[in-house]
């Protein structure tokens, strides 16, 4: 029998040569099933020294997220015994806490955490910004202390964390004055605090952060990287992250993980060997030594190596940010520059404040306007318009959202006109106000909140059609010209979209007589993470609404994904991106436009385009107006610009849109 003393120093997880499936192998089945991660290795130590903190990187579909549940004990390993985890059978364990399931711990973002936490989600997406209260409407204390049960017999007072480490959980993630909020008013990036916030006071073992500063402003990613750091460096509890190519390591990472797109390594080890491979491999295709990996993208590989410090991001990518911005330069040959249209105003807001029970949400300022001193948010969209809204979590960006799409209840009583029309009737006017439906048929809308309350039943065809249909349910409205776009939407994207899609996903060819039987066939619930961004994406496109409204649309998706969307964006099916010999790719006129048989064009000069992001480069290059809110109650007015270049290349104008002086 080992001694006490080796399960002490045992790793928590231990794999040797474990092949992974969703299923059996053996077992019969109309989805996929890969093997997953052939014969991988990979040990978690429990010992904080040396330090051993690791870093999961890859684009999507690589199946970051699998990589983290199954070191927690998810899918079936083959053979069974090949996946072990020593250190949780030593005295060094509390009881408790000596199965995976309760050691190890996996929090993600996929807007569905909060209702597997026990909270239950709106039924609409006006609820959240309601008066009246559900008994559900459980508040942020209750959330971070588990008292989410409308049964106090299921409650277990035993399993209330520590009130210190409460206090200080909740102070380092700065959610004190959140604390008697109900967790449907936090806004994405509050929420994202709350469930790390969350995860943390049960203290597990062991950690697992599916990408946790995605969605996060620059700020609070800077504060929140030395936190993390603290966390690991004393095991308590220890880390495993994972995180886009395109995402700053932190610089207290030891060890990374590269995946392939194929849902297979591509390299592990120490930090800095694996980005000397490859760069080796990086140099390798570019020199004609090496035949690029259609499963290991160099556009993708070139994005890694960026540092994460409590100062920002820092460094530079893996081989020089010159090949990076080489790189978008030749892709980006999107005339971003052409003369605009701009037209009459679609939206009107004079003197807007948001306000709970005395509370002000947004607004909460007095600015010049015309020589006169205003209280409240003065902003006009007008057609042609490409608008950034950009500000901390919690600064009102999606507030904002909810008024333009009248989703707000206050919208009726604030000075705001959607289309030159009020939400009431004028007095002594025949003229109808808008109605609710008037207005959400004219707007284009994808956000965190959409994603959070979309059926998962939907198939993915539906969720498209959606774009038509006057709710989430009801049956879309669809004429031969709306029939067209969307199954020419369906087939540009099948790669994206088809979880069984067996094609290079970076070819450019989009055939045009490929069966859709795929996309009735797989839910949405079925579908990754990004892939359903890219479904909301089209359904907020695909019909050429009056308004765009694109609130944090492309996070979570990788750069490729990402890029090949904001081109459709702007050009439609008109362009589109083909590989060059190096694994650089380029913009091209499409084979669908070459034939005359574009469906679906780009932004018009008739529409207005609200974007809202905390990354730099998912901004579209058309982007150039911006206002920045500023801190919530701060005092300090909104700020407005134009900036000078694309803010994807522009890094001067991102740091001074976020106060952080000089590039």
């Known amino acids: 029998m080992r001694p006490p003393s080796f399960l002490a120093r045992a790793p928590v997880v231990n794999i040797a040569n474990g092949t992974f499936y969703r299923h059996h192998p053996n077992a019969s089945s109309t989805h996929p099933n890969p093997a997953l991660f052939k014969n991988l290795n990979f040990t978690l130590p429990s010992a904080a020294d040396p330090p051993t903190h690791w870093y999961v990187v890859g684009p999507s579909l690589s199946g970051k997220t699998t990589f983290l549940r199954l070191l927690g004990g998810a899918h079936l390993c083959m053979p069974p015994t090949a996946r072990t985890y020593p250190y949780l059978s030593s005295d060094a364990v509390p009881h408790e806490l000596r199965v995976p399931s309760r050691a190890i711990r996996y929090v993600g973002f996929d807007n569905d955490s909060l209702a597997v936490s026990g909270v239950a989600t709106s039924a609409y997406l006006s609820a959240r910004y309601e008066s009246k209260r559900e008994t559900t409407d459980f508040s942020l204390r209750d ?39 109900p967790v449907a008013f936090l806004s994405n ?27 996060l402003d620059p700020p609070t990613v800077a504060a929140l ?72 993208a160099v556009h993708n590989v070139l994005q890694v190596g960026k540092t994460l410090t409590a100062k920002g991001i820092q460094g530079h990518a893996l081989m020089g940010d010159g090949a990076v911005d080489q790189d978008k330069t030749r892709v980006s040959k999107v005339e971003v520059d052409v003369p605009r249209n701009i037209g009459e105003p679609l939206v009107e807001m004079e003197g807007c404040q948001v306000q709970y029970r005395g509370q002000i949400a947004l607004g909460n300022w007095k600015e010049q306007v015309n020589g006169r001193e205003r209280e409240g948010l003065t902003w006009t969209v007008r057609r042609g318009e490409r608008w950034g809204v950009f500000g901390p979590n919690g600064s009102g960006k999606t507030t904002i959202v ?13 000075p705001i006109k959607l289309f030159g029309r009020s939400r009431l009737p004028a007095p002594g006017s025949d003229v109808f106000p808008l109605t609710f439906w008037d207005i959400q048929a004219r707007i284009g809308h994808s956000s965190p909140e959409i994603h959070q309350h979309m059926p998962r039943s939907l198939t993915v065809r539906q969720v498209v059609e959606n774009a038509w249909a006057d709710t989430f349910r009801t049956k ?17 994207f099948e ?26 066939h797989y839910m949405f619930g079925e579908l990754s993470f990004s892939a359903q961004r890219v479904a909301l994406f089209l359904r907020a496109v695909i019909k050429n609404p009056d308004i765009v409204v ?114």
């Open 143 to 181: 959330f971070l202390l588990g008292n989410t049960h409308l049964n106090s017999l299921d409650r277990n007072p035993g399993a209330e964390p520590d009130p210190a480490l409460l206090d200080r959980v909740v102070a380092d993630l700065k959610l004190s004055r959140l604390l008697d909020l």
């Open 189 to 215: 990036g509050q929420g994202r605090r709350a469930r790390i916030a969350r995860a943390l006071l049960t203290a597990p073992e062991v950690l697992l952060l599916d990408e946790p500063f995605m969605g």
């Open 225 to 296: 990287s030395p936190l993390l750091h603290a966390l690991a460096r004393s095991a308590s509890p220890r880390l495993v992250l994972s995180a886009r190519p395109q995402d700053p390591i932190p610089e207290w990472i030891t060890h990374l993980v590269y995946l392939r797109a194929d849902c297979q390594v591509g390299a592990m080890g120490e930090k800095e060997a694996v980005l000397d491979g490859l760069r080796k491999y990086v140099r390798g295709v570019w020199n004609g030594v090496l035949v690029e990996d259609e499963k290991l």
């Open 402 to 414: 909810s008024l333009i799409c009248s989703d707000h209840p206050q919208t009726y009583s604030m």
């Open 476 to 492: 879309a409205k669809l004429d031969g010209d709306a029939i067209a776009k969307v199954e020419g939407c369906l087939r540009w």
């Open 495 to 520: 790669a994206e979209l088809n979880p069984a899609h067996a094609a290079d996903l970076n070819s450019a060819l989009r055939g045009e007589e490929q069966s859709l039987q795929w996309a009735d």
């Open 550 to 663: 694109l609130d944090e649309a492309c996070s979570g998706m990788d750069d490729g994904v990402r890029d090949r969307c904001l081109l459709f964006l702007e050009t439609g099916q008109t362009k589109q991106y083909v590989k060059q010999s190096d694994g650089s790719e380029a913009i091209v006129e499409s084979d669908v436009s070459k034939k005359g048989n574009v469906k679906i064009g780009g932004l018009t000069s008739e529409q207005a385009l609200i974007c809202i992001s905390h990354v730099r480069e998912e901004i579209p290059d058309c982007i150039r107006e911006w206002i920045c809110l500023p801190e919530a109650n701060s005092g300090e007015p909104a700020r407005f610009g134009v900036a000078d270049a694309p803010l994807g290349r522009d890094e001067k104008s991102w740091r001074e849109i976020w106060g952080m002086g000089g590039a």
